[in-house]
Nanobody, 125 residues
Framework: QVQLVESGGGLVPAGGSLRLSCAASGGTFSRYVMGWFRQAPGKEREFVAEINGSGGNIKYQDSVKGRFIISRDNAKKMVYLQMNSLKPDDTAVYYC??????????????????WGQGTQVSVSS
């Protein structure tokens, strides 16, 4: 059983930066693909980024490429999302996720095994 706890959300002006953190406990952390999803009010949850166990394979949603950076520290059982050049459209609850097989499509979101409780990111215009 893996528990995920996010932190680092907040309110920032457009163009600002935030760093989200996700602390994992339980399980063998390095075996899991780790990543981030987000859900804006009235919208479906969507994939943001994922990183494989070794950190050598990373995927991003097109809208965040060049602005967000995902990383992980297996020794600390942590995954991070550095968000730069934030836009009002980035406003959402951000969720940390973990699965042995993957997070990005075509892997079904309904199959993802572990989720955090979410942290709010609000970007003002």
């Amino acid at each position: 059983q893996v528990q995920l706890v996010e932190s680092g959300g907040g309110l920032v002006p457009a163009g600002g930066s935030l760093r989200l953190s996700c602390a994992a406990s339980g399980g063998t952390f390095s075996r899991y693909v780790m990543g981030w999803f987000r859900q804006a009010p009235g919208k479906e949850r969507e994939f943001v980024a994922e990183i494989n166990g070794s950190g050598g394979n990373i995927k991003y949603q097109d809208s965040v490429k060049g602005r967000f950076i995902i990383s992980r520290d297996n020794a600390k059982k942590m995954v991070y999302l550095q968000m730069n050049s934030l836009k009002p459209d980035d406003t959402a609850v951000y969720y940390c996720a973990a699965d042995l097989f993957g997070l990005a499509a075509p892997y079904p979101m309904s199959n993802i095994e572990y989720w955090g409780q979410g942290t709010q990111v609000s970007v003002s215009s």
